[in-house]
């Protein structure tokens, strides 16, 4: 794959006269366009040899069209707020929205070489994160994102030129890059790495375009070339856009419709006033004991609770949340996307709330809205919905290998409990905010909910990140069982069952 990189490439600067000036105005023009129409972000991976010249082919691009609309950044060692968190969040946290283009320098892939090379990653589990890294690159597509991964390539006499004319350079005062020169001596060592990565991330939603560095008139211009392309792409009107199911991903999942796991539930269970005090004293104590304890240093908790209307979710967060520092937890109540939130994929608002490590986030809904109201309410397209089931596996599997425990919660109440409690709600004045026309809306589509619910039970309920299903008929038994499971849940990560 680098070989057909190492044929010389060079533009005079006659030729690069004539064609700079007409693709910088095309480029500017098409970049307008899309901070305008604000259909689809443009993602820019830059990567490729030490001194291939990332940094200045980032430079240019910023130079030839508006610096307000295209944001670099360039992904060194982690910070201390970056090492708290799963590897993921800090990309989430740069994705640029649509109608922007973003250039990230080296991102995952120059981590993943990296950790390779020094043996933190062996073979298996190199293979595994370009995997993972497949499929976070589908999902992107998939969400509208328009990416262009570069490789910027040096032969080996290329690069030794390379490291003398910056030297040069230094010695005669101009601006040079900082390049890792570590990693640059030792380029024979890392190009069967480079060339396992790209052969196997390249794919066809997000191919790689290897270039060679050489020439950096050449460089720029076919970078630009490239970009351009897709900013007419990403231009383009919805009818003769790219489609946005991926053309790799083969097709959807069946749905599985087993409704048997949440009509089998028994939903008489109770547990009396006196007991039910005297386990929430128990149970908070324990909770409260072990959030504070020197290992939960090494750790997140993610509680994220779902559940019918009016199944008691309130109430049992607040039982958990009387347990906890209030210095400690973030409380993250999900309602419909913002305008800001629909800018980026569905995961990104998610992303963004990830507690550091000894640190504890509760979601009041969560990621599992795509396949519960969107899909029933039909806000997304049922490829859409049925392909976020291995997204969000994927999305809670990094969580968990950040160090994450990760719980949650469906709160199951009967048809007719729920009429009682929302004709309560009507009668009793400072709950009336609780019931709105759209819970009576949502009520009518109640089997359609249920077989939403059971799939997603099916597809979702992993061994690292399993469903907890709470019988809430009897708010006391529910609340019980929630912190019962989230104590379980912190013993089991910290070692002490």
Known sequence: MLESAEIGHAISKAAYARQEPRLREALLNAQFDLAQAKRRPVLMIITGVEGGGRSETANKLTEWMDPRHIRVTAFGPRGEEERARPPAWRYWRALPPRGRIGIFLNAWYTEMVAARLAGQLNKTRFEFYLQETRAYERMLVDEGVVLLKFWIHLSKDALRERLVALREDARRGKHVFKIDRQRARIYLKLRPVWEEMLRESSTADAPWTIIEGTDERYRNLTVGKVLLDALNEANAP????????????????????????????????????????????????????????????????????????????????????????????????IAAPTDEEKMYPYLWRFWRAIPPRGGITIFDRTWYGRVLVERVEGFCSEYDWRRAYDEINQFEEQLVEGGAVVCKFWLQISKSEQYRRFKAREKTSFKRFKITAEDWRNRAKWDAYEHAVADMVDRTSTEIAPWTLVEAEDKYFARIKVLRTIVKAIETALKLT
């Open 238 to 333: 919805a009818t003769a856009a790219t489609p946005r199911r991926s053309r790799s991903a083969g097709p959807p999942p069946p749905v599985v419709d087993n409704v048997a796991l949440i009509r089998n539930l028994d939903l008489s269970q109770k547990l009396a006033r006196a007991a039910y005090e005297a386990q929430l004293d128990k149970w908070q104590g324990r909770l409260a004991t072990l959030t504070q304890a020197k290992r939960f240093r090494d750790h997140s908790l993610i509680l994220a609770f779902e559940g019918a209307d009016a199944a008691g979710k309130g109430g049992a967060i607040r039982r958990v949340t009387s347990a906890f520092d209030a210095r400690q937890y973030v409380s993250v109540p």
